[in-house]
């Protein structure tokens, strides 16, 4: 990165974080600390807007990454990546009187550069050390949903446009590198089931089987057309080619005395477009299917304030060896959040993550006499320690220590350490 552009930065949080120091007399006014948006409340019109069903906000996330150190590469380099989103959530009860019904519509446009695309210590990299960076650097039509209840609430029919990971495999995204981040089918089976910020033609019913347990069920179109830069508001099927189906099943316990919030996923996908076959020798063709198990559960409460307290998670997925290069992958981790009484909304977090090659990989290059100088692929693991502090209700600034051992899962493959800083504002 140019000094210009570092420089540029570091004024931007400089004035970010002096605006979450300033005293507002209202929790309403810009650049109070107790508001949720940075330019406040807009005398009031963004509650009346909002009382009225009109929900709309517009964030801001920044991810600098430099690499520290490294085994074999003497190169240091610095990116930064970004991301704005527009959006609306509409209660279209409030606004329509159609009982139950809500919509939602996201408009996000990506910029930067990854570390993990122009670092040689990190060529090959199977994770990412910014997650925002990737399916194109350009304007997309994010979230085009509208969303019903029928059966007192118990049935939920979501259709529209948007992605897998919104619905099925989910997950929070507060770690910076791409392996403890968001839904890790998608980072995985990337070629077919598209996360944020692409979007598809999709269909998701959910059923309340329980308060605390539910099933749902999606269909999601396979449009590789929705990938292309100039694709970003593409509501064409022109170029469909199959469905990608998930199931699954979830429920949210509140555990022991304190009702200790947890949430359990557990699910299935499968795909109706053709995938190469891995190791044929005659390009035969299969589906894509697997499934993970997604665990998070807060395990304390801080001195008996629930809303404080360490929390667990765990991650894991599974993928046909057949036709995917990542045959399995686990992430596992531990945040506390206010750990200290001066700074309660804080958090300390750290995370471990493994990406496990198929076999079927080595065969089918061992076998084209195409094996990398770095020998053979078996595992990646990605780790990350950070520290977020709540700046403002509407600035989250979490500076981060990543270490990735094995890049690009190569047993004489390099190990890198990386200085990351990721912060998320809302307007």
């Excluded at 949720?36 to 909002?50: E, K, S, V, Y």
């Excluded at 040689?120 to 910014?130: E, K, R």
């Excluded at 179109?221 to 830069?229: D, S, T």
Aim: hydrophobic share 35%; aromatic share 12%; glycine share 10%.
């Amino acid at each position: 990165m140019a000094v210009s552009k570092l420089g540029s930065l570091y004024l931007s949080l400089g004035i970010m974080l002096a605006g979450s120091a300033t005293q507002a007399a209202t929790a309403a006014e810009a650049f109070s600390s107790e508001s949720p948006w940075m330019f406040g409340d807009w005398n009031g019109q963004r509650t009346a807007l909002q009382q009225k069903g009109y929900d709309f906000s517009f964030s801001y996330g920044g991810e600098l990454a430099t690499l520290l150190d490294a085994k074999h590469a003497s190169g240091h380099g610095t990116e930064y990546a970004d991301q704005f989103a527009i959006g609306a959530h509409l209660d279209l009860e409030k606004i329509a009187g159609w009982k139950d019904t809500e919509a939602q519509i996201n408009i996000t446009e990506r910029n930067g550069r990854s570390l993990s695309q122009t670092s040689d210590a990190l060529n090959g990299h199977l994770s990412a050390t910014q997650e925002v960076w990737g399916r194109g650097q350009t304007w997309r039509l994010t979230d085009f949903w509208i969303k019903k209840k029928f059966l007192d609430q118990k049935l939920d029919i979501k259709v529209g446009r948007f992605g897998e990971g919104e619905d099925f495999n989910s997950f929070d995204c507060d770690f910076q590198n791409l392996a403890l981040c968001g839904s890790q089918v998608g980072n995985w089976v990337g070629d077919q089931w598209y996360n944020w910020p692409v979007s598809q033609w999709a269909a998701r019913v959910k059923y309340n089987i329980q308060p605390e347990l539910y099933a749902q069920v999606g269909v999601y179109e396979y449009n590789p057309e929705n990938l292309k830069r100039g694709k970003g508001w593409n509501l064409s099927t022109d170029g469909s080619k199959g469905a990608i189906i998930p199931a699954e099943v979830v429920w949210t316990p509140k555990v022991g005395t304190q009702k200790l919030p947890g949430e359990y996923r557990a699910g299935y996908y499968y795909s109706t477009a053709d995938a190469d076959v891995i190791d044929s020798p005659v390009n035969e063709k299969d589906h894509h299917q697997g499934g993970w198990i997604v665990a998070k559960q807060q395990l304390t409460a801080h001195k008996d304030d629930a809303s404080r307290g360490l929390s667990g998670f765990v991650n894991v997925t599974v993928h046909d060896s057949d036709t995917n290069n990542v045959s399995d992958m686990q992430n596992i981790g531990l945040v506390y959040k206010g750990a200290f009484d001066a700074r309660p909304q804080d958090e300390i977090a750290i995370g471990l993550g493994r990406i496990s090659i198929n076999d079927d990989v080595n065969d089918a290059n061992i076998a084209n006499n195409s094996v990398d100088a770095r020998g053979l692929q078996s595992e990646e693991y990605d780790a990350e320690i950070y520290y977020g502090i709540h700046a403002a209700n509407w600035l989250t600034i979490r500076p981060n220590i990543q270490y990735i051992r094995h890049v690009g899962a190569y047993k004489n493959g390099e190990n890198a350490w990386v200085g990351g800083i990721k912060f998320q504002t809302a307007f």
